[in-house]
T-cell receptor, first 114, second 112 residues
Framework: AQSVTQLDSQVPVFEEAPVELRCNYS??????LFWYVQYPNQGLQLLLK??????LVKGINGFEAEFNKSQTSFHLRKPSVHISDTAEYFC????????????FGQGTTLQVKP | DVKVTQSSRYLVKRTGEKVFLECVQD?????MFWYRQDPGLGLRLIYF???????EKGDIPEGYSVSREKKERFSLILESASTNQTSMYLC???????????FGPGTRLTVL
């Protein structure tokens, strides 16, 4: 069975500092990986996704993630965060089969302080 | 722009009531999903549908049912609401697998 673990439930960071949100997955089949962001009182929106090709994926708002097959990780990074990046971030892996099911991690709250 | 609309942003119901949550899309996507979101648990899949009148159970289907009579509309039904169903409910759609899911704004349901 596939699963996703986000290693930090909360990440506090000062504005303009770099940040890394960690995500590890387990899967016995080919994986497709996603990062979503949820701003307060809103639904989720896609930050970036890895389907195939280059293992370094660039997304919106200056975020990027690297797919590391040997370490089964897909960590999200940003070199310099803004107050507006304060939100909850979810890592997800596609389920087996072709139904488009996603399995989500528990979420990481990024708190950017001035 | 993809638009996924959920019938209510906030809903308060009494224990034992039948509750309907509706999700409507304007994109003609095949797949529709219902999740519930709880702090520390992330999103958990309740049910999904990959075609009209077709449905499959997700990870936590107990206490819920769904209906998809038209392609654009996917309803989540709580047959007899209980306090442990107080949660945020999110609808999502996708065109094909594997690919991006697009989410609605969510319905925050409180069962008293």
């Amino acid at each position: 069975a596939q699963s996703v673990t986000q290693l930090d439930s909360q990440v506090p960071v000062f504005e303009e500092a770099p940040v890394e949100l960690r995500c590890n997955y387990s899967s016995s089949v080919s994986v497709y990986l996603f990062w979503y962001v949820q701003y307060p009182n809103q639904g989720l929106q896609l930050l970036l996704k890895y389907l195939s090709g280059s293992t370094l994926v660039k997304g919106i708002n200056g975020f990027e993630a690297e797919f590391n097959k040997s370490q089964t990780s897909f960590h999200l990074r940003k070199p310099s965060v803004h107050i507006s990046d304060t939100a909850e971030y979810f890592c997800a892996v596609s389920g087996s089969g072709n139904t488009g099911k996603l399995i989500f991690g528990q979420g990481t709250t990024l708190q950017v302080k001035p | 722009d993809v638009k996924v609309t959920q019938s209510s942003r906030y809903l308060v119901k009494r224990t034992g009531e039948k509750v309907f949550l509706e999700c409507v899309q304007d994109m003609d996507h095949e797949n529709m999903f219902w999740y519930r979101q709880d702090p520390g648990l992330g999103l958990r899949l309740i049910y999904f549908s990959y075609d009209v009148k077709m449905k499959e159970k997700g990870d936590i289907p107990e206490g819920y049912s769904v209906s998809r009579e038209k392609k654009e509309r996917f309803s989540l039904i709580l047959e007899s609401a209980s306090t442990n169903q107080t949660s945020m409910y999110l609808c999502a759609i996708s065109d094909r697998a594997p690919d991006t899911q697009y989410f609605g704004p969510g319905t925050r349901l409180t069962v008293l």
